[in-house]
């Protein structure tokens, strides 16, 4: 992982992995602070195309066979950590904005053009410009064994049970229960899991 780190410091884009404890694409893109620590566990796979930025001392986990499918964005800002459980899948074009912690329990499953975003801008008082020094840094915690359906939105602060259902094309706004079926914007919800 040292060596990883380094290279990936002195390259900045690019970066070659192709060991069999883990992989990363050829055409990925990972632009590292120093500080920040990288870890991918046995048999995680991150292709083609995608973009990692990481901050100074934030955090990346990738748990076991965990995987990101190609096209996925993920900014991991300042001091914030995203951890990955094991045999997650990430589908292709994924954006994950972490800017405090990002938690996917494993097994969970995410489809294609889905959002986990973890900030905004404090807009409340139209006085003020929104800029970047007002803005405003929340967790998101998604549980173990979750489906989420293409194209949804996770906004800041959420946190989804483990074994819940988001339908495709959700904006989930507010906390899910577990084993609960969700959709619509705003995300209600439809469903039990039994
Ligand atoms: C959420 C989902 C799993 C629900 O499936 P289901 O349990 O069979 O539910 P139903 O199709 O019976 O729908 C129940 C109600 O919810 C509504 N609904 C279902 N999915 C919805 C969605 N994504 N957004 C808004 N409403 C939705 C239905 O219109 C229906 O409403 P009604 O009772 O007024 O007729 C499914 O609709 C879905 O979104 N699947 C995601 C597919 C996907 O993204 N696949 C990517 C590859 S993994």
């Known amino acids: 992982m040292k060596s990883l780190k380094s290279l990936a410091t002195k390259l900045k884009v690019n970066l070659v992995f192709p060991i069999t404890?883990?992989?990363?694409?050829?055409?990925?893109?990972?632009?590292?602070?120093?500080?920040?620590?990288?870890?991918?566990?046995?048999?995680?796979?991150?292709?083609?195309?995608?973009?990692?930025?990481?901050?100074?001392?934030?955090?990346?986990?990738?748990?076991?066979?965990?995987?990101?499918?190609?096209?996925?964005?993920?900014?991991?800002?300042?001091?914030?950590?995203?951890?990955?459980?094991?045999?997650?899948?990430?589908?292709?074009?994924?954006?994950?904005?972490?800017?405090?912690?990002?938690t996917i329990g494993k097994g969970t499953k995410i489809a294609q053009f889905v959002s986990i975003i973890g900030g905004q801008y404090e807009h409340s008082d139209a006085e003020?410009?929104?800029?970047?020094?007002?803005?405003?840094?929340?967790?998101?915690?998604?549980?173990?064994n979750v489906w989420i359906g293409v194209?949804?939105?996770?906004?800041p602060g959420v946190k989804i049970g483990n074994g819940a259902v988001i339908g495709a094309g959700s904006i989930v706004t507010k906390d899910v229960e577990s084993n609960s079926v969700v959709a619509g914007n705003p995300a209600k919800q439809i469903g039990l899991r039994r």
């Open 151 to 155: 194209g949804v939105v996770i906004l």
């Open 21 to 102: 404890r883990s992989f990363i694409s050829f055409s990925t893109v990972l632009i590292l602070d120093r500080s920040s620590k990288v870890s991918l566990g046995k048999g995680s796979r991150i292709r083609g195309f995608c973009e990692i930025y990481m901050e100074k001392n934030s955090e990346l986990f990738f748990g076991n066979s965990a995987v990101l499918m190609r096209l996925g964005e993920i900014v991991v800002t300042e001091g914030a950590s995203l951890v990955v459980g094991e045999n997650c899948y990430i589908g292709s074009n994924a954006n994950i904005r972490c800017h405090k912690e990002i």
């Open 128 to 144: 003020k410009v929104i800029e970047y020094k007002r803005f405003q840094s929340k967790s998101v915690s998604i549980g173990e």
